[in-house]
């Protein structure tokens, strides 16, 4: 039993603290999260040298995927956190034992600064102040703010060139939920935004409502302005889909009144979301875009081999335990302001 929870530890770690600031001090609600938990892949041990050579076109596939953790509440005393992180993903096909490439990646003008930015080792030189600027410390003038140019030899495989985050000024979609009971039924309220600055083109974008510590959905009367509203199988789960756009409003609203049968033990349970403690947890995918602005220049590609390479860039942002709390019960915090 003791290994069994020593080897809970990293996760439980990672959860608390994924880029090295505590935001989670909750044990009871860390552990009954585990399952949602979504690493940071971990590049598979790789040789320092080339193990194959590339014969054919030269070409280089480049992918910068950002993902975006968020805990919204609605709530005076409680303090809205939202996160970003990005990995960039390199898959370089060109000839040589040591081919040498420099990739740089672009910021748009006033665009917060990369920081905790984490190299793989074929990276051959940084400049070091790009490396010290991290997330625990506020924004000032001094923070490191570009360029940010990697030369490196790849190996032969698809490697992750860096990790990095940024303290983006806003979340892509704001979001109020709502729940009260009255009687022997429950009232839902669901309002989202999706941010001006954000692409309005999604591949899916969907909202699942939760009801733990319950019986299944007995009975359920609803309104959604936009999208369309599903039952899951099991009863237990309302999962709104919202599809590839928001309309011109930028604004979509769900009400609803819930009513349970009796609960059984194939019904979901939790030991956070009692009483009406309850979130909405969102899913969404925007291809070509990025919260920070990050991108990759393949004009500034540069690969010191014979022929003319094709260079191939793309980017996206995925959403990862994005939360909005019951803003009419107590919710988990992350923390409180003094």
Partial sequence: ELNAKMGR???LLIQACPLG???NTNIRSLNGSLQDIQE?????????WR????KGKPQVNVCIAEKVKCMQYDQRDAVDTWQVYGAVNCKCDIEGSAPKVTLSLSLPTNAPPLQDIVVHHCVTSVDPAMLVSTSAEPLHDSVYNGPYKFPFIPPSDSFNLC???SQVPVPPILGCYQLVEEGSQIKITVNLKLHESIKNSFEYCEARIPFFNRGPIAQLEYKVSYGQLDLSREKSLLVWVIGQKFPKSLEVSLTGTVSFG????????DYVCTGNTAYVKLYFRIPDFTLTGCY???HSVQIFVPGKPKITASRELISSDYYIWNSKAPAPMVYKPL
């Fill in 9 to 11: 530890l990293r996760n």
């Fill in 21 to 23: 600031t505590p935001l």
């Fill in 40 to 48: 940071m892949p971990a590049d598979k041990d790789q040789p320092a």
């Fill in 51 to 54: 193990s194959s050579t590339h």
């Fill in 163 to 165: 990790y990095y985050t």
């Fill in 262 to 269: 009796t609960a059984g033990k194939e019904h979901p349970t």
């Fill in 296 to 298: 990759v220049d393949q």
